[in-house]
């Protein structure tokens, strides 16, 4: 009789840790059970190097929605992002690629328009604006190729 009680009571204690480590692993996993909340927007970029599916998109520093996925379409990188429901995003809105530092993890940065028109869902970000390619940017820097966009030295190199 002993026995059996104690064999009960260490099998609950087992069914918890197993269902603690399940909902653990579902949640820093970030998986979805119930199907995906919110809508899709796309958005087409030159570039979106170090950006992989589930990271964030935000506006302001708030968590708004993820990358939920990343292709390819007439040689540029479409993103699609899923968007919570209660967020409107104006139709000119800017998407553009960030890292958290100089070498963290990759985040995709809404700017808010001013227009009145709204993205429907499956609608397109019409501005986008790709991260910066930091071993170009240093081989400038160490190249000195430092010219403007008008070709001109910059005052620096004079």
Known sequence: MNQSRTDIIVGVFVLLGLVC????????????????????????????????LGDPVEIAGVHIGKVEGIGLADDRARLTL???DGIKL?????????????????????????????IPPGGKIRETDSPPDIPDLIGKIVGGDLTSKSGKKDDAQK
């Open 21 to 52: 480590l399940g909902y653990l692993a579902i949640r820093l996993g970030k998986l979805e059970l119930f199907g995906s909340q919110g809508y899709i927007v796309i958005a087409d970029f030159v570039s979106v190097a170090g950006l992989k």
């Open 82 to 84: 899923r968007v919570s």
């Open 90 to 118: 104006q139709d000119d809105v800017i998407a553009s690629v960030r890292a958290r530092g100089l070498i963290g993890d990759k985040f995709v940065l809404i700017t808010p328009g001013a227009s009145d028109k709204i």
